[in-house]
Structure formats: C-alpha cells, structure tokens
C-alpha cells in the first residue's frame, strides 16, 4: 500500500478546501472506511491523500413530523439503533441490519454506500421505494435531489469532483419492507434484495429491486399492478410476477439469471403482504 497523508478538517469549509486544492486521482474521502480502506489495500486506487469527515457535523437524525433526515456520516448502527425508525420506516430498519455485520455496521455510514453504488446494496432499493432525496454539497453550495437521479446509470453517483454527499431525507415515513436472499447470513453480500412502501398520502406503492446491473431500480409496471386499498392477492401476486419478469438481472457468480428471478417472485409477494394490516397479511410464503 502507498503511503498517504490522513487529513481531519474541522468544518465542512476546510473539507471543501482541501478536496478543491488537490486533483482528482490523488484525494480520497474517507468516512466508515470500509469500502474505502479494502480499495486502498488492495490498490485498486492510491491516493496520496485522505480527507476523513469523520469531525464533520453530519452524524446527526432529524425528525421534522413525518419526514426524516439522517446525516450522511452516522454510523448504520446507530439508525438501527432508534426505536423510532424501527416503527416508523421498518424497511430502512430492515435493510440497515442486512448490511454486513454489527461490527461493519458501527463503521459503515449510509453516505458511503450510497456513494459507492454497488448494484448490490441493500440501501439503494430502500431508499428508492421511500423516495428519498440527498443533500450534496460543494464549492458552489447545497443542492438537493432524488436517489433516483442521484444513483446512475454508469455506476458512478451523480457526485463532481469537489462535492460531498450531506445527508439523505426521507420525506415521508412509510410503512414498508425490505426482503434479501444470500447463500450466507452475514457479511455476504446479496443475491437479491427487494424493497417495498405504501405512500400514506397517497396510497401508492413502490416497489424497487437490487442487485442488477447497473443499479438498483423501480418496477413501474408492478408498482401500478397494486392498484386496490387494500391489493387483492391476485394484485400482488401480478406484482411479484411483474417483477420477475422485468428485473434486468444478469448472472454472476452470485446466482444466476434464472435463480433471480425465481426468488424476486417470492420477494416481492412477501414483502407486499409485510406491509399489510395483520388480518390481511396471514403467514409470509
Ligand atoms: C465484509 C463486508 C461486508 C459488506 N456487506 C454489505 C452488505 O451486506 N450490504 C451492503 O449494502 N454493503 C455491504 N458492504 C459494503 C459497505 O460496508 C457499505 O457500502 C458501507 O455502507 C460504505 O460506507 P463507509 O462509510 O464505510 O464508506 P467508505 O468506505 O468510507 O466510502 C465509500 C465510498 O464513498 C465515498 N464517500 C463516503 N462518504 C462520502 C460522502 N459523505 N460524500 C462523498 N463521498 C463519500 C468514499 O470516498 C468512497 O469512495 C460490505 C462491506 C464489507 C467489507
């Protein structure tokens, strides 16, 4: 590994500037690390210096009535830790505790993984399906926009060189789900991670699907098959079939093509009766 300078700035100002005073190949952002450190070692990058936001005022969860803004340094231990996020957006909940393990997950910050964007994040589809919005800042700045538009098509976020992602909002607390399948409980990555939300405004489900390429996405189609309040079986089981046939998944060493689609079926159909009141929702399949 080449040897690097580790930077702390103390305000988002003196981030900004050391990003703005270095040129890309030759500067890192560092939060939890732990995609960072392995691309270090393993030297797939070599930056001759790291700016950690680790004393930048960004760990922080904010309620504001229904909505939610979780900064993007916290650590996914301590959102899976608020009993009020459980409650409230179970599907964030469920998808923060499919990442890794504990101990990756008291380093792991939801802005590192969404910058990353694997395709097969557990966030990323969770986040589609609750239509959260990231704050990005930089020289010139705040703005705000959709994951949806943030995560793109190259595998690369919407991020200039010089910009830092500030925080994530949830507009709306929803009820939802998160549903993954992995050869290995923990510290596996999945095969295929499913992520399901009712819009209590509106009624309108969402329903987005990891783990293709080049990014996690929505299923318009099977989000429009659940039209009655509350869905037929029938409706979500057109969904779930939707789903399946729609997902451009590939295969990878993970799981085949076929197997994906097998299990999105399964998934998607679980995940829809999750969120149901319990009288409706019998025992998952
Ligand atoms: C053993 C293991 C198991 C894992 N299991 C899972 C899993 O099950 N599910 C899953 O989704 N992921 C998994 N991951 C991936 C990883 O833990 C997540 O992507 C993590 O959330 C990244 O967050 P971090 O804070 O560690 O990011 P870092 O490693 O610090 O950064 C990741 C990237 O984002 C950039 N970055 C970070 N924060 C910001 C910011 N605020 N603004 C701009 N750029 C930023 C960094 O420069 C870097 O390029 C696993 C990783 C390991 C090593």
Redesign the pocket.
């Given at each position: 590994m080449a040897p690097f300078d580790l930077l702390y700035p103390r305000s988002v100002d003196a981030a900004l500037a050391e990003l703005r005073s270095a040129s890309p190949g030759d500067v890192?952002?560092?939060?939890?690390?732990?995609?960072?450190?392995?691309?270090i070692d393993r030297e797939r990058i070599a930056p001759r210096r790291v700016v950690s936001?680790r004393y930048l005022p960004?760990k922080f969860l904010e309620w504001s009535g229904d909505s939610l803004t979780i900064g993007?340094?916290l650590p996914?231990r301590t959102l899976e830790s608020d009993p009020l996020v459980r409650q409230r957006i179970p599907g964030l909940w469920e998808a923060v505790r499919?990442?890794?393990?504990v101990a990756?997950r008291h380093?792991?910050?939801?802005?590192?993984?969404l910058?990353?964007s694997?395709p097969?994040?557990?966030?990323s589809p969770i986040l589609l399906a609750l239509d959260a919005e990231v704050e990005v800042v930089g020289p010139r700045g705040s703005r705000w926009m959709p994951v949806d538009g943030f995560l793109s098509e190259s595998r690369r976020p919407k991020?200039a060189f010089g910009?830092?992602?500030?925080a994530v909002r949830i507009p709306e607390a929803r009820p939802s789900a998160y549903r993954w399948q992995?050869v290995r409980p923990v510290?596996?990555?999945?095969q295929v991670g499913v992520a399901v939300a009712r819009s209590p405004s509106t009624g309108s489900y969402r329903i987005a699907v990891g783990d293709l390429l080049p990014r996690p996405v929505r299923i318009r189609p099977a989000e429009e098959a659940v039209r009655s309040r509350p869905p037929t079986d029938d409706e979500m089981r057109s969904a779930a079939a939707l789903a399946a046939r729609l997902s451009p998944f590939a295969s990878d060493r993970r799981g085949t093509e076929a197997y994906r689609r097998l299990i999105v079926e399964v998934l998607v159909r679980r995940a829809l009766l999750a969120i149901q009141p319990p009288a409706l929702r019998g025992s998952e399949p």
């Open positions: 890192a952002i560092l939060a939890g690390g732990t995609d960072l450190l392995l691309d936001l960004w993007s340094t996914l499919a990442v890794g393990s990756l380093r792991a910050t939801l802005g590192g993984n910058v990353r694997a097969a994040s557990d966030l991020l910009e830092l992602l500030r992995r510290n596996d990555i999945s």
